[in-house]
Nanobody
Framework: QVQLVESGGGLVQVGGSLRLSCTAS????????MGWYRQAPGKERELVAG???????NYADSVKGRFTISGDNAKNTVYLQMNSLRPEDTAVYYC???????????WGQGTQVTVSS
C-alpha cells in the first residue's frame, strides 16, 4: 500500500503563488508515477500535472507555464509550485500515485486551494 499526505493549500489572491507538497510512505519503491489532480465544485476531477519515476513531466494545457511539478526522492515528496494563480484554479487538489503490481491508484485526502479576485 501507499499512503499520501498533502499540505500547502490555502487562500491566495489572484496572481499569487502556492506550493503544494505530497509525501508518500509505504510501498514507495513500487511507485511509477505521481501526479496532482484537482476538482472544482460541480466539475469532474482533472489531471493538473504528472511526473514519472525517471522525472518526465506532463501538464494540463490550462496550467502550462504557470505550474511546475517536481520530486525529491530523498524526501519521498512531490511538489506542485503554482504561480500566477487565477480564480479558475480554485479547487480541491489531490495527490495521486500509480504503483506497480496494484490494480488501483492511491489518493491523498485533498487540500483546498482558493484564489480570490
Amino acid at each position: 500500500q501507499v499512503q499520501l499526505v498533502e499540505s500547502g493549500g490555502g487562500l491566495v489572491q489572484v496572481g499569487g503563488s502556492l506550493r503544494l507538497s505530497c509525501t508518500a510512505s509505504g510501498s514507495i519503491l513500487s511507485i511509477s508515477n505521481m501526479g496532482w489532480y484537482r476538482q472544482a465544485p460541480g466539475k469532474e476531477r482533472e489531471l493538473v500535472a504528472g511526473i514519472t519515476r525517471r522525472g518526465d513531466t506532463n501538464y494540463a494545457d490550462s496550467v502550462k507555464g504557470r505550474f511546475t511539478i517536481s520530486g525529491d526522492n530523498a524526501k519521498n515528496t512531490v511538489y506542485l509550485q503554482m504561480n500566477s494563480l487565477r480564480p479558475e484554479d480554485t479547487a480541491v487538489y489531490y495527490c495521486n500515485a500509480v504503483a506497480d503490481y496494484y490494480a488501483y491508484d492511491f489518493w491523498g485526502q485533498g487540500t483546498q486551494v482558493t484564489v480570490s479576485s
